[in-house]
């Protein structure tokens, strides 16, 4: 969790702003929920693992009390520590929690309001989730998601448009060189049931494989064997993958990018033809990326067999953007089709499909690469600083600072009298291109000395003229 400053605000809002403007020119609104949610809201709906990353809070007052004491009297009683019953009583001691991500609390708010939103509901949010992960390279305890969601229809027109406003934001951000990775959940399960792991081990097994990026291919087929996953399955899954890849890898300089993923297609079909499951998610995929290609000449969709987006809500087609930064891909955003999770918080399964931005890892990798345009960096507070010459003058320069800002300027007043000089240092460390000099002499004339600190030109100005010269002072300098 950081502090930002000023300049890291700036780009910041650089990067908002363009994602705001694009999300709106698909017709998406903004909503904003509360940073806390009841504890049952967000348990259960991210796999085991998100649940122990789940930021609890304690319980207040007399309920923390109580709790307490029931601990206190198993203690005295000799209860084991590692009993079933600790981890329960260790769980009733949190009411509330911090919010994980924003798709949990969207599905609370389409089904507790469905009668007052449209039959299709598109909707944009951008606020801070909290996780208890392991910081690293663009992976923060809170960070701000960037969430479009489309709620009420099954049509894969859903998922076309969300890659393309997600692909328009990158490339307006000046990215060239994202790609988008598709796979689906049932695509999945028809590969690993072909492969011979059964349906009951297939989360875990899931969970395991959205780490690949994160721990060595050792400790992946640790994890697989200590959950009790057959490594021969795992072997004939990744063994098939592995081939898809080799061959696509191979090819690479002689194929489209809708030459490989055809390709690809139809090997899948033929490893899945007795899969009806698995042949109608890989229907669906060719369909998103069909749609996709009449939105875009070159859409930067590729399939990616290994994608399995570790969340256990995601139902259908499930995408990541995926960055190429030397031997490693960096994950950008992810998201997918998730049809059951409403479901869950009301009596009525509605569809639904969405897409995360991750900010912070946007903002890293531009800082990184030095793509934010230069004005951002070298902006300033105000446009010009208004001096104090004396304890006299102090309602003069107030009400001058005033009559400027009505005129659109953003002024900054020194808030003391000091030595000019130290005045013009101030300004100059701020980065306040103007600095307005009223004392006696410019009061009792009606004029006002104006400083340019980047030329160092100065010269006399009737009150009335001040905003004006500035403007012009600020047009030729950005000419």
């Not at 299709?120 to 951008?126: C, D, E, L, S, T």
């Not at 000046?174 to 081990?201: A, V």
């Not at 809500?313 to 930064?325: P, S, W």
């Amino acid at each position: 969790m950081r502090d930002f400053l000023p300049v890291d605000v700036r780009k910041r809002n650089y990067v908002i702003g363009i994602i705001k403007e694009v999300y709106e020119s698909y017709g998406f609104e903004p909503l904003e929920t509360p940073a806390v949610e009841n504890i049952e809201t967000l348990l259960g709906k991210y796999g085991e693992e998100g649940n122990q990353l789940v930021f609890k809070i304690l319980k207040r007052g007399a309920k923390l009390a109580e709790v307490a004491e029931l601990q206190s009297d198993r203690v005295a009683e000799g209860s084991n520590s590692e009993t079933p019953q600790h981890r329960n009583s260790e769980n009733s001691l949190a009411d509330l929690a911090l919010r994980y991500d924003l798709t949990v609390p969207l599905a609370r708010v389409v089904a507790n309001n469905k009668n007052d939103l449209p039959k299709f509901f598109k909707r944009y949010q951008i606020q801070p989730v909290w996780r208890a992960d392991r910081p690293a390279r663009g992976r923060f305890r809170e960070f701000y998601q960037c969430d479009v969601d489309a709620i009420g229809s099954k049509s894969m027109i859903v998922e076309a448009e969300l890659i393309f406003a997600v692909s328009e934001i990158l490339t307006k951000l000046g990215f060239d060189d994202f790609m988008i990775r598709l796979n689906h959940r049932k695509i999945l399960k028809g590969i690993l049931e072909t492969s011979g792991i059964k349906e009951e081990l297939h989360t875990d097994a899931l969970i395991i494989l959205d780490k690949r990026d994160k721990i060595t291919a050792e400790e992946i087929r640790a994890e697989f064997e200590k959950k009790h996953i057959p490594l021969d399955g795992v072997d004939r899954w990744l063994k098939f993958v592995n081939r898809i890849n080799k061959k696509r890898s191979e090819n690479a300089s002689e194929q489209t990018l809708r030459e490989s993923n055809q390709e690809v297609a139809n090997t899948l079909a033929d490893f899945l033809k007795d899969h009806q499951e698995g042949l109608s998610g890989l229907d669906e995929l060719e369909k998103i990326w069909n749609l996709s290609e009449q939105l875009s000449e070159e859409p930067h969709i590729g399939i990616e067999l290994l994608l399995a987006r570790g969340l256990s809500y995601y139902t259908g087609a499930i995408m990541e953007i995926d960055l190429r930064e030397g031997n490693f891909n960096i994950s950008l955003g992810g998201g997918g089709r998730y049809d059951g999770l409403i479901g869950m918080f009301g009596k009525e399964q509605i569809p639904a499909c969405g897409f995360s931005l991750g900010l912070e890892r946007i903002l890293v990798v531009m800082e990184e690469r030095g793509m934010f345009p230069a004005e951002i960096a070298e902006s300033t507070p105000a446009d010009v600083m208004v001096t104090i010459w004396n304890d006299d003058t102090v309602a003069d320069s107030l009400k001058l600072a005033s009559e400027l800002r009505e005129q659109g300027l953003r002024v900054t007043l020194y808030p003391e009298a000091d030595k000019l000089g130290k005045q013009f240092k101030y300004a100059d460390s701020i980065k306040v291109p103007f600095v307005c000099v009223l004392g006696e002499t410019e009061i009792a004339e009606g004029t006002v000395t104006v400083k340019n600190l980047s030329s160092g030109d100065q010269r006399s100005v009737e009150r009335r003229s001040v905003a004006m010269v500035i403007k012009e002072g600020e047009n030729s300098h950005q000419r």
